[in-house]
């Protein structure tokens, strides 16, 4: 059990770690310090770097639908308030919908349909004029569309809440070292004191070690570039999705105000658009991409633009299908370009399951959180008192975020997750696609 003034290090000023530095402080610890490599939070290489991501609680794992209900209350809470919008979930398939996907959202329906708390408010839809009661903005022939509608849930905007919760913890008394050379975790240190390894600080990039008795690893999809354990065997695999955008009018933007967040399961989501930037934002659903071409052998980790070009334009097929999604939902943006493309990266498991324990052989003084899997945002208002409760019991009694130290081969996961529809593909494809197509160029 780690002592409250002991000095903690967090790795990683993204969604987890700025949630475990508001409940270290909540809980008492008076010694926290965010390391964190981009030179502002909200950071750039934050997979919660975005407008906005789903808050929803449908899980197949009614285990995840009773901790997403009670993020959803926390949410609604004063720090977190301000950033949630609780413009109701549409879930659908297309028409064309494989199988796989059908099945998907009939899980998901399951998970909420009979719960006491949701299932009041569930519609199940059939139809383009069901799917307008509820999204009347919807203009597009929505073919074969089926689905539902659940109330509770939305968005939240995720990089405005970072920054809030960054605010709120450094007014509290956590400090932060910021910036690719002061804040950029390079190694961690350790010594054998009577027979036992434990953390005694972390380098960074400039050179400095920084003294802790305990540290936290919170890098999301860079984890296994500070611990490599955690890439190993498959147990932690850094992939990525396509975000796009779609510039709207002002007009255009209030004509959308309201909009249901909508997830058409075999081909992607959109959110109401953002007041401030006017941006509409997409995503397209699929397997993802990884990285195994990475610096560490075997491991895969978002790429570090070493060959010149950044990962900002989308694959095609994502384009494609994003395409395809706008011309069945709203078919006068369908022509329009796609603006600040980029590809997102997130750390995931072959179940799901997020990861917070200790590492291994590391006596309890170094923490890895990891496995976000792609739904970790939504969990932040209350991530941190699990990690508060790792610390406290000095044993992660949860099976699921056990430490695990190999998975499956990647290959293989396309059917222990119902939401990985279609094949994963390597990142270094899609660089030879830009490559060949001369967009995606660096500016640096
Ligand atoms: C396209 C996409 C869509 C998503 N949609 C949703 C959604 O709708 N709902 C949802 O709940 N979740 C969603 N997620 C997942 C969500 O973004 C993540 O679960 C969440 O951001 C994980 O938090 P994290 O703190 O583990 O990692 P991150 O938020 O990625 O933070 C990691 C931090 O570590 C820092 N860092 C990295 N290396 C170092 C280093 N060496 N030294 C110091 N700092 C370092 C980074 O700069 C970053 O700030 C989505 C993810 C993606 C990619």
Redo the contacts with the bound molecule.
């Keep these: 059990m780690a002592d409250k003034d002991d000095r903690v290090l967090i790795?990683?000023?993204?969604?987890?770690?700025?949630s475990t530095a508001l409940f270290l402080v909540e809980a008492g610890y008076t010694n926290v310090t965010i390391?964190?490599?981009?030179n502002s939070?909200?950071?750039?290489?934050?997979?919660?770097?975005?407008l906005n991501?789903?808050?929803r609680a449908e899980y197949e794992d009614a285990f995840y639908t009773e901790l997403a209900l009670k993020a959803i209350q926390a949410w609604k809470t004063p720090l977190f308030a301000p950033h949630y919008h609780q413009t109701g979930y549409i879930v659908a398939t297309s028409g064309s919908a494989p199988d796989k996907a059908i099945a998907t959202l009939e899980k998901s329906l399951a998970s909420v349909e009979k719960h006491p708390v949701f299932a009041p408010g569930i519609q199940r839809l059939d139809g383009p004029d069901a799917f307008r009661k509820h999204a009347w903005q919807l203009s597009g022939p929505l073919t074969g569309f089926r689905g539902y509608i659940n109330p509770l849930g939305g968005?939240a905007h995720?990089a405005n809440c970072l920054q809030a919760v960054w605010e709120h913890v450094s007014a509290c008394g956590v400090r932060s070292i910021l910036g690719n050379k002061a804040?950029?975790?390079?190694r961690l240190e350790y010594a054998e004191d009577a027979g036992q390894v434990k953390v005694t600080g972390v380098v960074?990039a400039d050179g400095k070690t920084h003294p802790a008795h305990l540290v936290i690893c919170?890098?999301?999809?860079?984890g296994a570039?500070?611990v490599p354990q955690l890439g190993a065997n498959n147990a932690n695999v850094a992939r990525?999705?396509?975000?796009a955008h779609v510039q709207l009018t002002e007009s255009e933007c209030n004509l959308l105000r309201g909009l249901p967040t909508t997830n058409v399961r075999d081909l992607g989501?959109f959110f109401e658009p953002d007041p401030k930037t006017r941006l509409f934002k997409l995503?397209p659903l699929g397997a993802g991409y990884t990285n195994y071409d990475s610096r560490v052998n075997g491991v895969s980790l978002p790429p570090d633009n070493k060959r010149g070009f950044q990962p900002n334009a989308i694959p095609k097929a994502d384009e494609l299908k994003l395409r395809r999604l706008l011309q069945e939902t709203f078919p006068w943006m369908a022509g329009r370009p796609f603006v600040d493309t980029k590809l997102?990266?997130?750390?995931d498991t072959a179940d799901s399951n997020y990861c917070i324990d200790f590492v291994p052989n590391t006596n309890r003084s170094v923490v890895a959180?990891?496995g976000?899997?792609?739904?970790?945002?939504?969990?932040m208002p209350i991530f941190g008192q699990w990690v508060v409760d790792l610390l406290t019991r000095g044993q992660q009694t949860e099976p699921r975020w056990q430490w695990r130290a190999h998975s499956k081969d990647c290959a293989q996961w396309g059917d222990s997750v119902s939401w990985r529809v279609g094949e994963a593909a390597e990142w270094k494809d899609i660089l030879e696609e830009q490559e060949e197509a001369g967009v995606g160029r660096s500016k640096l």
């Design positions: 790795v990683g000023g993204g969604a987890w770690g700025l390391l964190e490599r981009a939070i909200p950071s750039p290489y934050s997979a919660a770097y975005d991501k789903i808050v968005y995720s804040g950029c975790a390079v960074t919170a890098l999301g999809a860079h570039a500070l990525c999705w396509s975000v989501f995503c997102c990266w997130f750390s959180l990891s976000d899997s792609g739904h970790g945002f939504k969990m």
